[in-house]
């Protein structure tokens, strides 16, 4: 399987959290990754978004069809984002617009099999995957892109 998080562009500061809309720079980092994504990704990722201003301006900029989850919301759990994935069983791709800290205790249980706080700063996106070898199976970061590299 592959599962790609994508956290959410700059956005505003405020409240209430859930309205907090994306800066100018937010959406030139969203249209950054949206291309390089876009120009990755399978047609048949499912992309999965926050119910979050600031995710729904983020998935905007790919243009693909995408679903609001609210299960993916601030404060969400790792083991919540994974079932929205449907980890590991998903036959196709999926991509998760989302918050910190809860995707990088994602990416931290799958890479390392433990619950830790990595952070995955703002509108960048790592690619992991899953391999099978014989009765083994792994779990391996294929890409880690930010905006600023993005065109470089």
């Known amino acids: 399987?592959?599962?790609?998080?994508?956290?959410?562009?700059?956005?505003?500061?405020?409240?209430?959290?859930?309205?907090?809309a994306l800066t100018t720079k937010?959406?030139?980092?969203?249209?950054k990754m949206a291309d390089w994504l876009d120009?990755?990704?399978?047609?048949?990722?499912?992309?999965?978004?926050s119910p979050a201003t600031r995710t729904v301006q983020t998935a905007e900029?790919?243009?693909r069809k995408f679903k609001i989850v609210p299960?993916?919301?601030?404060?969400?759990?790792?083991?919540?984002?994974?079932?929205?994935?449907?980890?590991?069983d998903s036959r196709e791709p999926v991509l998760i617009v989302g918050h910190q800290p809860t995707l990088g205790e994602v990416a931290?249980?799958?890479?390392?099999?433990a619950?830790?706080?990595?952070?995955i700063r703002k509108a960048n996106a790592w690619w992991i995957s899953q391999r099978e070898r014989g009765d083994a199976t792994d779990n391996f970061i294929r890409a880690i892109m930010s905006p600023e590299l993005v065109g470089k």
């Open 26 to 31: 937010g959406h030139k980092q969203a249209a």
């Open 71 to 88: 299960q993916l919301a601030p404060g969400a759990t790792a083991e919540q984002v994974l079932a929205a994935a449907h980890w590991p």
């Open 39 to 49: 120009r990755n990704l399978p047609n048949s990722c499912k992309i999965l978004s």
């Open 108 to 113: 931290a249980l799958l890479i390392d099999g």
């Open 1 to 20: 399987m592959e599962l790609i998080l994508w956290r959410h562009a700059e956005a505003e500061m405020g409240s209430p959290d859930e309205t907090r």
């Open 115 to 119: 619950p830790h706080e990595w952070t």
């Open 61 to 63: 900029a790919l243009g």
